[in-house]
């Protein structure tokens, strides 16, 4: 499998606010490998770095020592900027920043104007996009009309549009209610794996890593965990320890054991979850 | 007892004679008890904070009414400020709101706008402080030198310095982590408890609204789906999952269990009283 991102003992410190102060060091040394048409979650407190992470993938932040390559081209040479944003598309969490158009479908279009897509194909794109967020029907709407997690979906319509290699989400699902979060995760695992389109979902949401490849727990500016899924949430302290919970599956599981049943930490699902206990209590 | 708000018949409808209208909350009535911790879930969309913004006065009714303690709060439209005094919204992401030099003015601007002066003005403005934890030394910093989560306490203590009868709080913890939602979650639950204040939460996640609410208000497309307490609601999961909403994932696994034959109460939502009850089917079923 090849490597789409790559970073390589990458530090990141934010400087000093204020005089005599110190730089906050967001990011201690991350050496990270995504792998084309993975999907992975980096999970993390608020403070670990993970955002700060996700802003070097497309050079929105540069490293202050270390490197990001993108499909080998390192970040730092803005010679490839343009081409490495159009391969790394990215959504954050308030769509109001993301926004700029009076229309819907205009804002939609707006990347690939500005990649040179001829115009029959940008409304091809715009239509595909729009459908793939559920939001077909507001294609003339005014944007500032909408609510919170319909404007979302248009901002991750704009990055679906560009057809990027690789989605990079970061807490983009924050302001959306439980319909729409799973609208968006299953936009993006069907991307994934339909179009081989690379995820990276930057999230504190538990439960939306249970469908991930791998997931990735950061601390203190480092990667402190790294896994499949289920691996890492069996690790119930552990990742209470790193300020993070568990799927109520999980904490149900470990409650149960430790009440004496014999059941696996990594009956992620609910119905997983079930048929375990249910096992167990015949 | 007199609910302390009052919601009559209200219908709101944005861009009236627009190609844009749309009503956003439709003939929705309600109660709300003095001193209750009310949810409020609904779908994106659903006229949450439409309905929200008319409970301080900051939206008119396009038909019906609010009444405060009884009194329609529109009925001196000169005097609606003296509404927002009263009935304290928090908005979403309230960090963006903060613009002054120091914490300490921040939330002072509320009450200063009341009225107050001198110690009283004092009072308020660290009683607030106190309440959401944020500590003396940091009153004299500005807002913008703390993090994302210290700046949303130091936004809901502005208001709260106010010292409203009804505190109403739009999903509270968006964006914070696991961490920093239970804090402030918790600071809200003593400040209900400690100042037996009525508190009225909008929230997406179904967990945190069944672990601290007296009772929850669904709504669904503009309209008011059921109420009740958390049992009385998560008991009737297919209707919320109908309506574009969630039930606790302990509740699905309750339910979970029952299809597969175990007689399990299915309106549970805690982890702490699912393993109860199955550690009572489990003694039942040894003791045979």
Same mark, same amino acid.
């Given at each position: 499998?090849?490597?789409?991102?790559?970073?390589?003992?990458?530090?990141?410190?934010?400087?000093?606010?204020?005089?005599?102060?110190?730089a906050?060091?967001?990011?201690?040394?991350?050496?990270?490998?995504?792998?084309?048409?993975?999907?992975v979650?980096?999970?993390?407190?608020?403070?670990?770095?993970?955002?700060?992470?996700?802003?070097t993938?497309?050079?929105?932040?540069?490293p202050?020592?270390?490197?990001?390559?993108?499909?080998?081209?390192?970040?730092?040479?803005?010679s490839?900027?343009?081409?490495?944003?159009?391969?790394?598309?990215?959504?954050?969490?308030?769509?109001?920043?993301?926004?700029?158009?009076?229309?819907?479908?205009?804002?939609?279009?707006f990347?690939?104007?500005?990649?040179?897509?001829?115009?029959? $194909?940008?409304?091809?794109? =715009?239509? #595909?996009?729009?459908?793939?967020?559920?939001? %077909? /029907?507001? !294609?003339?709407?005014?944007?500032?009309?909408?609510?919170?997690?319909?404007?979302?979906?248009?901002?991750?319509?704009?990055v679906?549009?560009?057809?990027?290699?690789?989605?990079?989400?970061?807490?983009?699902?924050?302001?959306?209610?439980?319909?729409?979060?799973?609208?968006?995760?299953?936009?993006?695992?069907?991307?994934?794996? $339909?179009?081989?389109?690379? =995820?990276? #979902?930057?999230?504190?949401?538990?439960n939306? %890593? /249970?469908? !991930?490849?791998?997931?990735?727990?950061?601390?203190?500016?480092?990667?402190?965990?790294?896994?499949?899924?289920?691996?890492?949430?069996?690790?119930v302290?552990?990742?209470?320890s790193?300020?993070?919970t568990?799927?109520?599956?999980?904490?149900?599981?470990?409650?149960?054991?430790?009440?004496?049943?014999?059941?696996?930490?990594?009956?992620?699902?609910?119905?997983?979850?079930a048929?375990?206990?249910?096992?167990?209590?015949? | 007892?007199?609910?302390?708000?009052?919601?009559v018949?209200?219908?709101?409808?944005?861009?009236?004679?627009?190609?844009?209208?749309?009503?956003?909350v439709?003939?929705?009535?309600?109660?709300?008890?003095?001193?209750?911790?009310?949810?409020?879930?609904?779908?994106?969309?659903?006229?949450?904070?439409?309905?929200?913004?008319?409970?301080?006065?900051?939206?008119?009714?396009?038909s019906?009414?609010?009444?405060?303690?009884?009194?329609?709060?529109?009925?001196?439209?000169?005097?609606?400020?003296?509404?927002?005094?009263?009935?304290?919204?928090?908005?979403?992401?309230?960090?963006?709101?903060?613009?002054?030099?120091?914490?300490?003015?921040?939330?002072?601007?509320?009450?200063?706008?009341?009225?107050?002066?001198?110690?009283?003005?004092?009072?308020?403005?660290?009683?607030?402080?106190?309440?959401?934890?944020?500590?003396?030394?940091?009153?004299?910093?500005?807002?913008?030198?703390?993090?994302?989560?210290?700046?949303?306490?130091?936004?809901?203590?502005?208001?709260?310095?106010?010292?409203?009868?009804?505190?109403?709080?739009?999903?509270?913890?968006?964006?914070?982590?696991?961490?920093?939602?239970?804090?402030?979650?918790?600071?809200?639950?003593?400040?209900?408890?400690?100042?037996?204040?009525?508190?009225?939460?909008?929230?997406?996640?179904?967990?945190?609204?069944?672990?601290?609410?007296?009772?929850?208000?669904?709504?669904?497309?503009?309209?008011?789906?059921?109420?009740?307490?958390?049992?009385?609601?998560?008991?009737?999961?297919d209707?919320?999952?109908?309506?574009?909403l969630d039930?606790?994932?302990?509740?699905?696994?309750?339910i979970?269990?029952?299809?597969?034959?175990?007689?399990?109460?299915?309106?549970?939502?805690?982890?702490?009283?699912?393993?109860?009850?199955?550690?009572?089917?489990?003694?039942?079923?040894?003791?045979?």
């Open positions: 499998m090849s490597t789409i991102l790559q970073t390589e003992n990458l530090q990141y410190l934010y400087p000093a606010v204020e005089e005599g102060e110190q906050t060091v967001a990011l201690r040394g991350v050496d990270l490998k995504i792998e084309k048409g993975s999907f979650v980096i999970l993390g407190h608020n403070g670990s770095g993970k955002s700060t992470l996700s802003k993938f497309n050079a929105i932040l540069l202050s020592t270390g490197s990001v390559c993108v499909e080998g081209m390192n970040t730092a040479d803005e490839c900027l343009l081409d490495i944003r159009r391969r790394v598309g990215m959504v954050f969490q308030n769509p109001d920043n993301q926004i700029v158009s009076n229309v819907v479908e205009e804002d939609v279009a990347a690939p104007e500005n990649l040179g897509v001829p115009t029959a $194909e940008i409304r091809q794109r =715009v239509d #595909l996009a729009l459908g793939a967020v559920g939001m %077909a /029907e507001f !294609a003339q709407h005014a944007p500032h009309l909408l609510s919170g997690g319909q404007k979302q979906r248009i901002a991750i319509a704009g679906i549009a560009m057809e990027p290699d690789c989605i990079v989400l970061d807490e983009a699902t924050a302001m959306l209610d439980p319909t729409g979060r799973r609208e968006v995760l299953s936009t993006a695992h069907r991307l994934n794996r $339909e179009k081989g389109i690379t =995820v990276i #979902l930057i999230t504190h949401h538990m939306e %890593a /249970e469908d !991930a490849d791998r997931v990735v727990v950061m601390d203190d500016g480092k990667i402190a965990m790294d896994g499949a899924p289920r691996e890492i949430f069996a690790q302290e552990e990742l209470r790193l300020g993070l568990v799927p109520d599956t999980v904490d149900l599981l470990d409650r149960l054991r430790r009440d004496g049943l014999d059941l696996p930490l990594d009956a992620l699902t609910v119905d997983e979850c048929d375990a206990v249910a096992a167990a209590l015949r | 007892m007199e609910p302390i708000l009052k919601v018949h209200l219908t709101h409808t944005y861009g009236i004679g627009t190609p844009f209208e749309r009503s956003a439709e003939d929705m009535s309600f109660d709300v008890a003095d001193g209750e911790f009310l949810g409020i879930i609904g779908h994106t969309g659903s006229g949450k904070s439409t309905l929200i913004q008319h409970l301080n006065g900051l939206l008119k009714p396009t019906g009414k609010i009444l405060l303690e009884g009194k329609d709060i529109w009925a001196e439209p000169k005097k609606i400020r003296n509404v927002r005094f009263r009935v304290g919204l928090v908005f979403q992401y309230p960090e963006y709101q903060l613009f002054e030099e120091t914490v300490y003015k921040d939330i002072a601007f509320g009450p200063a706008n009341m009225g107050k002066t001198g110690d009283e003005l004092d009072r308020c403005v660290r009683e607030a402080a106190r309440l959401v934890g944020i500590r003396d030394d940091q009153l004299e910093k500005s807002p913008f030198e703390l993090s994302g989560g210290q700046k949303r306490r130091v936004a809901l203590a502005g208001v709260l310095a106010m010292e409203p009868r009804v505190l109403i709080l739009d999903e509270p913890t968006a964006g914070l982590d696991p961490a920093g939602r239970e804090n402030l979650l918790a600071n809200i639950r003593d400040y209900h408890r400690n100042k037996n204040g009525t508190v009225i939460m909008v929230s997406h996640s179904m967990e945190e609204v069944a672990g601290n609410v007296d009772r929850i208000l669904v709504l669904k497309s503009a309209h008011v789906l059921m109420q009740g307490t958390p049992r009385e609601v998560f008991s009737r999961a209707e919320l999952l109908s309506a574009g039930v606790p994932q302990i509740t699905r696994v309750a979970a269990l029952k299809e597969r034959g175990l007689d399990v109460d299915s309106a549970v939502y805690t982890a702490e009283d699912l393993e109860r009850q199955l550690l009572t089917l489990r003694k039942g079923a040894a003791g045979c």
